[in-house]
């Protein structure tokens, strides 16, 4: 199934087929680079950028231009991936002639191949008028980090009744509303499950069980990048943190004690020419 440019209909197929999506995020240029020469099919531009890479203590605070920013530089870096650009807090909500613009300009300028934002039944029609014009959309449900407030936290969703059925139909509604493609994010196993079948669009999880169509997980925390918090969903492949330390604390000893640069990291000159500087 590989190809030269990732596109809906290649993840569609992937969920027909059995075939499991693979999505990690991504906010700069070298990250891009190595995730699409990996074969990552989608690379999702996340507003976790915002606590990840800007040092935020939350998703809240991230702008569009924060995030057009970033887009534009995942979106030099690729050639394969499927790009989504998150859409920030307040980029969506206001009103719908100004999800469009945002999202518009997620494409247009970003670099973009979609747009992702959060919420289910509740923001189905954003997610209607946006695909109307043209753009894909992703939708995401379960915890939904710019509500994390009103979620009382970073909590699992869908643990009862009442919550899991309301979470089946805010799936059934951003499919039926035209997203391409829903994230869950902390919700049970079971119930990702029953929603993966429910739906016809892909499917991607993070802390939603093997079920899903997919899986994504933020790139930091795959390679052990983030020590701030490492949540109970991930897996890190590889601690990049320690290795970077004790290169860069190698780096700091070889320089104060004059071990670098040496002979072969320099460039030269003539000693005579040198001398010929000095007399002048």
Do not use: W
Request: glycine share 8%; net charge negative.
């Amino acid at each position: 199934m590989d190809q030269e440019k990732v596109t809906i209909s290649y993840l569609m197929e992937k969920k027909r087929m059995g075939k499991k999506i693979t999505m990690v995020t991504a906010y700069d240029y070298p990250s891009a680079r190595l995730l699409d020469e990996a074969g990552i099919d989608v690379l999702l531009v996340g507003d976790s950028v915002g606590m990840v890479v800007l040092g935020y203590d939350s998703t809240i605070p991230v702008t569009m231009d924060e995030m057009i920013h970033h887009c534009k530089a995942v979106s030099r870096g690729t050639k394969r991936a499927f790009i989504i650009g998150d859409m920030p807090f307040l980029s969506y909500q206001v009103s719908i002639e100004k999800a469009i613009e945002n999202a518009g300009r997620f494409i247009k300028k970003g670099g973009c191949d979609a747009v992702k934002l959060e919420g289910g039944s509740e923001v189905a029609h954003i997610v209607k008028a946006i695909t109307d014009m043209g753009i894909p959309v992703c939708g995401h449900i379960g915890l939904t980090p710019q509500r994390a407030t009103m979620l009382s936290g970073y909590r699992v969703q869908g643990k009862d009744i009442e919550t899991a059925k309301a979470l089946i139909r805010s799936a059934k509604d951003l499919e039926k509303a035209g997203a391409f493609m829903i994230v869950m994010e902390c919700i049970p196993d079971l119930l990702a499950k029953i929603i993966t079948e429910e739906v016809q669009v892909p499917t991607v999880g993070i802390g939603a069980g093997p079920y899903c169509d997919g899986q994504v997980l933020v790139y930091h925390d795959i390679l052990g990048l983030f020590e701030r918090f490492v949540p109970k969903f991930v897996k890190q492949y590889i601690n990049l943190s320690s290795q970077i330390k004790e290169a860069v604390s190698k780096f700091k000893e070889e320089v104060e004690s004059g071990d670098f640069p040496k002979d072969e990291h320099s460039f030269h000159m003539d000693p005579e020419e040198a001398k010929k500087l000095i007399e002048d």
